[in-house]
């Protein structure tokens, strides 16, 4: 397969297919879920980076927290969150992340954060005591963390798996050839690195890729057994949208049959369960993987 160079553009974005279209949110609980997530002065990830899932997802109750903030330290070439000087922590924030989770009466809650490699832990602290706070205020939910890599530091990993997360999430978005545009500030030999401690500490493992920014399909197939090889436990994979144009443009729309291909190649690997689908995202039906 033919690739071409990584860069924003100011050529018009391509016109997406019919597969990748999707409603407008809307209806009652969208409009309560916004409504809490703002009384609360919390974040969503379903928000900040623009996910196409967000009519669906808070139409059935369901939504992705984003702590630390809503300003991230990084500058990957894919994410619509903003990128800057982050503000001073909020160390309350835990308290009414559980609050909202408990109002909204989750069985399984996912958190996300922007990466916040300012600060010593990079935000393990808050993850810990987020997941914590859940437990508390509704011991039934699932906890679903989607972790920073934390700069490699393993002591702040440690500080997040001793809160035992019922899964530890951590993206590896992109084929190794592509990380120095993906995900500039990032390893990807780092990110195998953190999915094999959380496994060999006992974690119930996840990632995720998004195909279209370039990466070949023998690229990816390599990606999947090296996931294999730390014994990676889920897979999602999941169609990339640029957001604006000056974010990195699409290389191609993969279609669902290949996606479903791609699907039967991983569960044969031996993932133990694999979403992939043009509008799959990381935390697209993430209450069923657990099942």
């Known amino acids: 397969m033919t690739t071409i160079p990584i860069a924003p553009t100011e050529s018009p974005r391509p016109r997406r297919p019919e597969w990748l279209k999707v409603s407008l949110p809307m209806g009652e609980s969208y409009r309560a879920i916004k409504q809490l997530v703002t009384s609360n002065r919390l974040h969503t990830v379903c928000e900040e980076a623009r996910c196409p899932n967000v009519g669906e997802c808070w139409g059935a109750g369901t939504a992705t ?22 503000e001073v922590l909020d160390l309350d924030e835990p308290r009414r992340l559980a609050e909202a989770v408990k109002t909204m009466g989750l069985n399984h809650a996912v958190i996300t954060s922007v990466n916040r490699d300012e600060l ?6 808050i993850f810990a005591e987020s997941i914590r706070a859940i437990r508390r205020e509704l011991p039934s939910c699932r906890v679903e963390v989607l972790i920073p890599d934390f700069r490699g530091v393993w002591e702040a990993l440690d500080v997040v798996i001793e809160a035992r997360p019922d899964i530890l999430n951590h993206n590896t978005e992109s084929v190794p050839r592509l990380y120095s545009v993906v995900r500039p500030q990032a390893r990807y030999e780092r990110t195998l690195e953190l999915l094999r401690r959380s496994k060999a500490a006992g974690m119930f493992t996840k990632t995720g890729i998004m195909l279209g920014l370039g990466e070949t399909d023998d690229e990816l197939i390599e990606v999947l057994r090296d996931l294999r090889r730390v014994d990676c436990d ?7 949208l640029q957001p604006t144009k000056d974010h990195l443009p699409v290389h191609r729309f993969v279609h669902p049959d290949d ?11 031996g993932f133990r369960y694999c979403e992939s689908g043009p509008l799959v995202r990381s935390s697209y039906h993430a209450e069923r993987q657990i099942a």
């Open 120 to 125: 010593p832990d990079g935000g393990a602290a």
């Open 259 to 269: 996606f479903a291909r791609f699907r039967r190649e991983a569960l044969a690997m």
């Open 234 to 240: 889920v897979l999602t994979l999941g169609q990339y």
């Open 65 to 86: 927290f984003m702590i630390l903030g809503d300003v991230c330290t990084r500058s990957c070439g894919f994410c619509a969150v903003k990128t800057g000087r982050p």
